[in-house]
Nanobody
Framework: VQLQASGGGLVQAGGSLRLSCAFS????????MGWFRQAPGKEREFVAG????????SYADSVKGRFTISRDNPKNTVYLQMDSLKPEDTAVYYC???????????????????WGQGTQVTVSS
């Protein structure tokens, strides 16, 4: 499996960005997808996840109501729409894949099998 994240950049507080993650190498619709982030000096943290069908999603409390995860299975792509961005959202964002046909989305990074290279998101105040 290969994951290629894109869409990061520099944005002012209150602005929006949409991250994309292109999946290849296996059957996308048999994988849960997650977005994680890591700020300098901090541990990697769960941001959002979506199950194989798109019928179940999960969010970190810090992004609920501002971020939306979605997937397009025919396009083998998962998205993270980020609105009302705050300076504390500044981090490297990673997409990850976990082979599963269960409904429940897991948040633990150790449960994900494959990782993308990361894309930098910087929110200025």
């Amino acid at each position: 499996v290969q994951l290629q994240a894109s869409g990061g950049g520099l944005v002012q507080a209150g602005g929006s960005l949409r991250l994309s993650c292109a999946f290849s190498g296996q059957t996308f619709s048999t994988y849960h997808m997650g977005w994680f982030r890591q700020a300098p000096g901090k541990e990697r943290e769960f941001v959002a996840g979506i199950n194989w069908s798109g019928g179940s999603t999960s969010y970190a409390d810090s992004v609920k109501g501002r971020f939306t995860i979605s997937r397009d299975n025919p396009k083998n792509t998962v998205y993270l729409q980020m609105d009302s961005l705050k300076p504390e959202d500044t981090a490297v964002y990673y997409c990850a894949a976990r082979g599963s046909l269960l409904m429940t989305v897991v948040k633990a990074s150790s449960r994900y099998d494959y990782w993308g290279q990361g894309t930098q998101v910087t929110v200025s105040s």
